[in-house]
């Protein structure tokens, strides 16, 4: 099963895939193809038993400009790691990084300039995390910095609410990281809903945007790609509760502004989320406000 694929500058595909038999843990697995005729041209490489593989949970893959890819995964602890690997080198396998941190999943991987960035969740308590993003070097694998982003402590003095990196790109300067978070709605109901938080290159928190679910009572962001013109576009689901979850899409300028769904509307009885302050608290990053999708 393909779990992500992308083109190299040199019309070349490097697909990674998680592997498994029956009652063992999957492996992930690199394979080099030929962009025009897809056959193999190098690999498989194996990266080792990845403890997630699932739709949306990675094992996640950023091609740069010199034949190297990089790998996000999830592996046994659970903990976040990212490889670095040359396909058609006769070692393939440059670098191994991540952190002795239990209970991290990486789920998202863009290459910006000479650090990788990764984003993924910390399970803070069971079935709820906080949302993470680690910088890497790109050069030698050494983690240079991370950052977490959650709802502040005075709206979650339990910490029952969930965030979670799905997805990330690089757009101008800024990185533009992606995911899903839960709120509070009425009758003290719990709502998951898209957000895009946006960082400088360097790890600066530069603003937040949470859906205020006006169209349906739940959605999530899963991926992002930079556009042509400095903006993005996300990709996602939405649903009313207990419902089936459609593919959604949306675009934005680099501020998170602009997002318009390509999803007709229907009604939603959650509430916005409270309004997120800027600076840190707990350790978590939050900033702006919510807003809707319109």
Not at 168 to 192: A, C, L, P
């Amino acid at each position: 099963m393909i779990k992500s694929a992308r083109k190299s500058p040199r019309n070349e595909v490097e697909i990674v895939a998680p592997t498994s038999r029956q009652l063992t843990m999957p492996m992930a697995v690199v394979v080099q193809l030929d962009g025009a005729t897809g056959k193999v041209e190098a690999g498989p490489v194996s990266l080792g038993k990845v403890a997630i593989a699932d739709a949306g949970s990675g094992p996640a893959i950023a091609a740069g400009d010199d034949g190297s890819v990089y790998v996000a995964s999830t592996r046994s602890g659970p903990t976040w790691a990212v490889s670095k690997v040359r396909p058609a080198d006769a070692l393939p396998l440059v670098w191994t990084a991540g952190d002795e941190v239990k209970s991290t999943k990486a789920f998202g991987v863009a290459l910006a300039g000479d650090r990788v960035v990764v984003v993924g969740a910390c399970e803070v308590t069971p079935g709820t995390h906080d949302l993470k993003v680690w910088w890497v070097s790109a050069e030698d694998g050494e983690v240079l910095l991370e950052r977490t982003f959650a709802t502040p402590q005075k709206d979650d003095k339990d910490n029952v609410l969930d965030e979670l990196g799905r997805g990330v790109t690089v757009v101008g300067d800024q990185i533009v990281v992606v995911g899903e978070r839960t709120v509070w709605g009425e009758f003290n109901k719990i709502y998951r809903r898209a957000v895009v938080v946006r960082y400088s290159l360097d790890g600066e928190l530069l603003g937040e945007w949470t859906s205020g679910g006006g169209q349906l009572e739940e959605d999530g962001a899963m991926g992002v790609a930079a556009l042509r013109d400095g903006g993005f576009v996300i990709v996602g689901w939405g649903r009313d509760l207990f419902t089936i979850r459609p593919m959604r899409t949306a675009r934005a300028n680099s501020s998170s502004r602009g997002l318009a769904r390509r999803q007709p509307p229907t009604r939603t009885p959650g509430s916005s989320p409270s309004p997120a302050r800027s600076g840190t608290t707990r350790g978590k990053s939050s900033a702006a406000g919510p807003a809707a999708w319109s």
